[in-house]
């Protein structure tokens, strides 16, 4: 490994990121089991490794977890089928044992790490309200003046995380997450399978719509289109097909 890869603060030490990733869940509005997202682990996952980095995987209840079916590239949909870093990563046997026994978040110490990221998935919307470890454990990471990252729907952290003085932490952020067109998308989608009836809607709340009601800054690249954004040491990005955004954005402040 190169020194450029390494802590510039201690040398012999590589940078290491507490990667977070949703329990499985039920959603309450289409009855229908969810999870993390594969490639909002596994592309920040390549790019954090091959930076030389050290990652660690947690969930908020530890344990075995589960993806949403959609993100796999075996999936009978195809939607996700040309993931080939998602199926290099499932492929990998010991890779993929880390999927079924997550750490938990009250086992991760910030002090052991340089960066939190946060993956998505349709878990995080109906399991975060109540995942007060990992909301305390983002704050820390922000607080402490480390790089404290969400993307997706693990942009829903930021509803729930509250900063020691009492403020919203996005307050006056400028963030992205998964965009109200993309939600459009989604219920269209499924309301046209005849999945749901037109007066549900997929997600029980919108990340866009919250994050904008708690004085943030919201912003987002157009349909689909992979984006992220950094706001001092705070970073976010749009969907499922940023990860590898997200990731270089940590990157670069890790650098700094």
């Not at 954090?48 to 075996?74: H, K, L, N």
């Not at 990252?149 to 942009?155: D, F, N, S, Y």
């Not at 109200?180 to 007066?199: K, S, T, Y």
């Amino acid at each position: 490994m190169s020194l450029k890869n390494r802590n510039p603060v201690n040398p012999a030490r590589p940078r290491r990121i507490a990667l977070v990733i949703a329990n499985p869940a039920v959603s309450t509005t289409t009855g229908w089991p969810v999870g993390f997202w594969w490639s909002e682990l596994t592309h920040p996952w390549l790019a954090f490794t091959e930076a030389g980095y050290e990652v660690e995987i947690f969930s908020p209840q530890g344990g075995r977890c589960e993806a949403d079916a959609m993100s796999d590239p075996r999936d009978p949909s195809g939607y996700s089928s040309s993931d080939l870093i998602s199926m290099g990563f499932i492929a990998t046997p010991a890779l993929l044992a880390l999927i079924e026994d997550t750490q938990p978040v009250s086992a991760l110490d910030p002090e052991r790490f340089d960066a939190i990221v946060v993956a998505g998935g349709q878990a995080p919307m109906f399991t975060f309200a109540e995942a007060t470890g990992l909301q305390e454990a983002f704050v820390a990471f922000y607080e402490a003046g480390k790089i404290a990252a969400a993307l997706c729907h693990g942009t829903a952290i930021l509803r729930y995380a509250t900063l020691s003085d009492g403020q919203p932490l996005v307050r006056g952020k400028t963030v992205t997450g998964f965009a109200n067109v993309e939600e459009d998308f989604a219920d269209e989608a499924v309301w046209a399978m005849g999945a749901l009836p037109r007066d549900r809607h997929v997600m029980p709340w919108r990340i866009e719509d919250e994050l904008k009601a708690l004085g943030a800054n919201y912003i987002q690249a157009g349909l689909w289109r992979g984006f992220a954004v950094r706001d001092g040491n705070l970073v976010t990005g749009q969907q499922n097909f940023s990860g590898a955004e997200t990731a270089a954005e940590v990157i670069r402040a890790l650098g700094e």
